[in-house]
């Protein structure tokens, strides 16, 4: 079996060497689509520039499917959010397919993503997001008269964060808010983790930003957004294999990820040599020489 690995390694990198075009060339050739896609705010550049050093911090991504790479970063273009940047707008999350037997790039919002899509949209005035601590002072009522009071303690021990909460207020008046403890946030991010085993490391290293952007997808739900809003919620957690002028309209892949690759580059639950036979070995072996095989054909 180690010879036969080695043999389709040698296949694949030969295949690849022989003229498939790497992701980065797969970029500057959609420079055009690039341009008709961003905001008049974001040149395609800067925008390319943006993405190749995401592609530098996390080579991860380099190694993901063409197509879903592609799907990704037009997406994030399209709603003109800069990915894997220290603004926390987007993230490009290379992840592996078990059932393909390959790593694809799945594209996420993120908490500054959705705020800035919010505000664009025209509808509301006002919009956040807060995580509120032991030593805080906090009230929420429901009902026909609700209230929402949140007074963060002055002293440096704030305790351990127990909820969380997002608001908006609208342009005529109106305004809404959802409040969820931290242990539904956590059991609401478990429900949604397709198949990982335990939490995923961007949720680890920013789980305020990734609680913040839970609640708030739950609080906007009450409000009165337009369709370009509502469109951009429905690409989060999306991988796409194709690109279009509109990537709402390419269908979604829906995966059972064997592991994750969070934003730098670390592997989440990645399975163990003595998890996977020979066989699936060998699945995921063929599939890696046929995908090499098409790329190869495509430039030719």
């Known amino acids: 079996m180690a010879g036969k690995i080695q043999t389709a390694a040698a296949t694949n990198a030969a295949a690849k060497a022989n003229g498939a075009p790497t992701i980065q060339a797969y970029i500057k050739s959609m420079k055009g689509e690039i341009e008709k896609a961003l905001p008049t705010v974001m040149t395609p550049d800067r925008f390319t ?14 190694e993901t ?17 800069e990915p894997n940047t220290p603004l926390g707008q987007a993230y490009l999350i290379p992840f592996y397919n078990n059932k393909k037997g390959v790593l694809e790039c799945q594209f996420q919002l993120g908490y500054k993503g959705l705020i800035d899509l919010a505000y664009r949209s025209g509808q509301v005035s006002l919009i956040q997001a807060h995580v509120v601590y032991e030593n805080d002072e906090f009230e929420f009522e429901l009902g026909l ?7 963060p303690t002055r002293g440096a021990k704030k305790g351990d964060p127990i909820w969380v909460y997002g608001m908006f207020k609208t342009k ?6 959802e409040v969820m403890s931290v242990e539904d946030v956590r059991e609401n991010e478990k429900e949604n983790r397709k198949g990982n085993k335990g939490m995923s490391n961007i949720w680890v290293k920013h ?6 952007k839970t609640v708030l997808k739950q609080a906007l739900k ?10 951009g919620i429905a690409l989060d957690e999306t991988i796409k294999n194709e690109v279009a002028a509109d990537m709402t309209e390419v269908p979604t892949e ?10 730098d580059g670390v592997i989440q639950d990645e399975p163990s040599s003595n998890e996977l036979t020979d066989e699936e070995k060998q699945k995921i072996i063929e599939s890696e020489i046929r995908e090499a095989e098409r790329e190869s054909i495509n430039v030719q």
């Open 172 to 177: 005529d008046g109106g305004y809404g808010f």
């Open 49 to 62: 520039r943006i993405v190749m050093t995401a592609i530098s911090s996390n080579p991860k991504l380099a």
């Open 145 to 151: 008269d609700p209230k929402l009071k949140h007074i």
């Open 254 to 263: 829906y995966i059972e990820p064997e592991y994750q690759i969070d934003e």
């Open 222 to 231: 009450y409000a009165p957004m337009k369709s370009e809003f509502l469109r």
């Open 207 to 212: 789980f305020d930003a990734m609680a913040k």
């Open 65 to 81: 499917t063409p197509s879903s790479f592609l799907g990704a970063m037009m997406t994030a273009a399209q709603l003109g959010l």
